[in-house]
């Protein structure tokens, strides 16, 4: 089975760095993602890591570490757009996409 | 890019009667397609797997003879809910694999409120 923990809810200021952290057990690993979503429309990928490491896209970064069942998301130069929900999925077995419980990011002013 | 059409947008349905929901792959093929339930506030809950031609495969506590899945061809994949409630009303999204995003690309969802 999998078991993916996220914080509930964040807030941050316009301009900041935030962090938000995914733990995870599974089974079976073929890569882990992250989303945005908006309320009431489909999540949109943001990225993916299957190696241990930093993957850097624009203003979002995604680290991973396999052996702490560890990873985060990085947003920097925060957006008033950027309050969503973000969530950590992990691919599994039978390339199933598992999704956390998720976060919610509010950017204030 | 690969594209999911999800139809439709969004259903309101009287409780007791059925709703089908269809998912389209538009410019892949999609050999399997997952179908997610979203309720308010809450993350995506894996209902179950099509995989076009066989059976669908049903996540623990899903009811396969309430939500009915069909995966006929490889670019359509439909959901019925079967007799409705109230506690049926939710967010439905199907997710199609594909080499586009790393193997799964979103339908734009399905706001089902059963009255």
């Known amino acids: 089975g999998q078991n993916i923990d996220q914080p509930t809810e964040m807030t941050a200021t316009e301009g900041a760095i935030v962090q938000i952290n995914c733990t995870y057990q599974?089974?079976?690993?073929?890569?882990l993602f992250w989303y945005q979503q908006h309320a009431g429309e489909a999540p949109t990928f943001l990225s993916y890591n299957v190696l241990d490491g930093l993957e850097e896209k624009g203003r979002f970064s995604s680290f991973l570490s396999r052996s702490k069942g560890y990873s985060y998301l990085l947003l920097k130069e925060l957006q008033m757009k950027d309050s969503a929900s973000y969530l950590c999925a992990i691919s599994g077995g039978g390339n199933k996409l598992t999704f956390g419980t998720g976060t919610q990011l509010k950017v204030e002013l | 890019g690969a594209v999911v059409s999800q139809h439709p947008s969004w259903v309101i349905c009287k409780s007791g009667t059925s709703v089908k929901i269809e998912c389209r792959s538009l410019d892949f093929q999609a050999t399997t397609m997952f179908w997610y339930r979203q309720f308010p506030k809450q993350s995506l809950m894996l209902m179950a797997t099509?995989?076009?031609?066989?059976?669908?495969?049903?996540e623990q506590g899903v009811e396969k003879d309430k939500f009915l899945i069909n995966h006929a061809s490889l670019t359509l994949s439909t959901l019925t809910v079967t007799s409705a409630h109230p506690e049926d009303s939710s967010f439905y999204i199907c997710?199609?694999?594909?080499?586009?995003?790393?193997?799964?690309?979103f339908g734009s969802g399905t706001r089902l409120t059963v009255v």
């Open positions: 099509s995989n076009e031609g066989s059976k669908a495969t049903y």
């Open positions: 599974t089974s079976g690993f073929n890569g």
């Open positions: 997710s199609a694999g594909d080499r586009t995003n790393y193997g799964y690309t």
